[in-house]
């Protein structure tokens, strides 16, 4: 008989196992309000200069907004309330400059939008030196209002102005014309000035929204018969609307905030025919002192001001939510 051999065992030689490691705790960062403290003492040089330069004006405008503060260092400052906004509530030359300031941005606003999207659609089209003309479109955008208002007075000025002088060739004025002197003609002259100013950047904005629509539903409606405006219509502009809604609510805004491209070409004249409200507050402060009232008159515009970007980040808002 054989012998039974015994049972193989293996002996499994387990590590040793020691105490179970706890979990390290994460190094808690020093908050403040909220914020990490770190990454706020990293942002302190960069918001050092906007406190000084923006915040501090900006909060020391609203408090002289209250004040009866004129020019002169030896002149005392009191508090008056709302007084200074009561009267501008009475004053007509404030009215008027609204009134003017309402027309020169509207109309502003309105022909740079329709002269820059078809400028815009122009060039999205294969044409040819296509990059030559795209680089011409931007020279105002590079040019500095006081450059561009000094320009245009040589442009628009009555005997020696190249305006003057082109419609006189074509026979279609008989004489000189003062363009900027003239009560009903100064500010559609200055309107004309503003459009081709801010041209260059609304056209880059729309032709980038038009550079992102689908070609593919371009060619689908082609195919479908769709002419040219059926396919502008139904194609191109819901996908340009976001952007076209952003693009003029901006232009609004730093329309009706025009200051020096108008001081240059007629400094609110003819009898305040283009005296827009930042020349009205700029005489108020700097040509009659009244450094109050003008403040005054500033935290108003503050206040129209943020409810147009109250409107547009409400629509930048809703087309990050879709």
Known sequence: MSKARPKATTSVLAAPRGRPRKP???RSR???LGLDRDGMLLAVPALIPVAVFSLYPLMRGIYLGFTDAQAGRA????????????????????????RVGLIWAFSVTILQFVASLGLAMLLNQKIRLRW???TLSLVPWAMPPVVIGIMWRLIYHPNAGLLNSVLMDLRIIDSNVDWLSSFSLALPAIIVVGVWTG?????????AGLQSV?????????????GAWQRFRAVTWPAIAPVVTAITTLDFIWNFNQFGLVYVLTEGGPGG?????MLFAYEEAFRYGNYGYAAALGNVMVLIIAVFVA????????????
């Open 214 to 226: 689908s070609k593919e539903l371009q060619e689908a409606a082609s195919v479908d018969g769709a």
């Open 75 to 98: 002149t005392e400052t009191s508090f008056t309330a709302f007084s200074n906004y009561a009267d501008l509530l009475d004053d007509s030359y404030f009215w008027e400059s609204f």
């Open 311 to 322: 409107f547009y980040l409400r629509q930048r808002f809703k087309e990050a939510q879709k």
């Open 24 to 26: 390290q705790p994460r």
């Open 199 to 207: 041209m260059p950047q609304t056209t880059v904005v729309i032709l």
């Open 30 to 32: 020093r908050r403040f």
């Open 132 to 134: 030559l003309a795209r």
């Open 273 to 277: 025919a283009t005296r827009l409200p």
